[in-house]
């Protein structure tokens, strides 16, 4: 297959970046794995483009009995761990910013020990603005820090606009089912309005998932085509080789439909599949997506199996490297029937896609590393070069490429140099880091930044994350309630069986996996 690179000139490019307001964040569970992988490295990253208000201190909050200097030492340490090109000056003047206070999540006494810190360092600092509270912490915390942040009046500053100063970021996964959901969602808006609520998935700080709405409703070419008139089918795909890894205590209680499928594969085909917003405002874009997610139909319990397929990978190999299955995997129950693949096929129920199906899979151990969406159009309806042998034209496929490499491609078939007929597919490739000369910005940093200047339109609201529950809650209960256990596929694998008839009942063919 041919490629075709595009070209980017200065005066094609339009950016409008907005600063960071003054502000102060406060993270529960700054001593954890997310703080040291993916927070402080991403605030960093803000500090040294200058996009973080010179009046920002962040201050760390956890169980782990840590001084200002220790949490400023570990930071650093994560910083360089994760980070390249770090100028030890940079990092001196960003660590100047962090502070450190520990207690008992469920203690009121340390609520009220972090305020007074945070009025030391309002004073310190000289401000008197935005407040971020980012809940790093296992979702069974959610509640009782959200509760105590209530009580201690955390939750509000006084003045005007007091709400709008005042936010909550909250982790996935956001609840477990459509109950617990609703529930979560009542407990946090006793304390903070849904304004103040940034629900953060970091699949939607990718840069290739924000490109989809530039993508859509930037191009005139696109958009009259991007329905059922001309769109065979559309292939959604997060394939990991990883395990567990450290997360096994986590994963065993949640499984690929909680942690992925419900998150980033439904947010990523509602933006996707949604119809355009009237304006590039938050609350227009999500009354968008919300009304997508609406639209899929529910599915049918009597026909659960041909819709939805699970599996859970054995032993097998990774890079030529023996690896176990899941149920030896550390903290893992060897009885265990929670999936680690799932495969769906959904249909929405409007005007645009009625007729159209979507393949939605995710798994953990599979051959590589890839998540894309693959928009498959349909085949030109009749081949006037049969008497060449070419009866069956492949069809045209744009593809989002999200990772392991961010880019889009589109395939279209020309003629070769040479004999009268002589045909092969050509491939258009837009890749962001050799177009740019980038590397490209954690998903995080983006979201972060988003919330430190108000902008929500990349983040979760309720109702959304109530009607994704509401899809997939009856799947889970029928589940729970089956005596079978997931499908069993080696660890390695491109894909199994049942998984591949899913879409094969349909005279298609899962897209292989990209190579890494």
Known sequence: MEKIQPSLSPQDIVCAEAAAQPNAMVVFGASGDLTRRKLLVSIFRIFTQDLLDEKFYLLGCGRKKLTDEDFRKTAQQAIRGNASDVSAKDLNAFAEKLYYVDGDYNDAAFYESIKARLVQLDKKHKIDGCRIFYLAVPPFLYSPIVEHLGLSTLSCINGPDSKQRVRLIVEKPFGRDLQSAAELNDKIRRCFDESQIYRIDHYLGKETVQNILMFRFANAIFEPVWNRNYIDHVQITIAESIGVEHRGSYYDKSGALRDIFQNHMLQMLALVAMEPPASFEADRIRDEKVKLLRSIRP???????????????GPGLINGKQVVGYRAEPEI???????????????????????????????????????EIAIIFKKVPHSMFISAGLEDMPANVLVLQIQPEEGISLSFQAKRPGSKICMSTLNMNFNYKSIF????????????????????????????????????????????????????????????????????????????????
């Open 299 to 313: 599915f049918n319990s009597n026909e659960l199996n041909s819709l939805i397929v699970r599996g859970q990978y």
């Open 333 to 371: 129950n060897p009885q265990s029937k929670t999936e680690t693949f799932v495969a769906a096929k959904l249909f929405m129920d409007n005007w645009r896609w009625k007729g159209v199906p979507f393949y939605l899979r995710t798994g953990k151990r599979l051959a590589s590393k890839d998540t």
């Open 437 to 516: 000369l980038v590397d490209m910005p954690e998903a995080y940093q983006r979201l972060l930044l988003d919330c430190m200047v108000g902008d929500r339109t990349l983040f979760n609201r309720y109702d959304g994350v109530e009607v994704s529950w509401q899809l997939l809650t009856p799947v889970l209960e029928a589940w729970q309630n089956e005596t079978l256990a997931p499908c069993e596929y080696a660890a390695g694998s491109e894909s199994f069986p049942e998984v591949d008839k899913l879409i094969e009942s349909d005279g298609r063919k899962w897209r292989k996996l990209a190579e890494i």
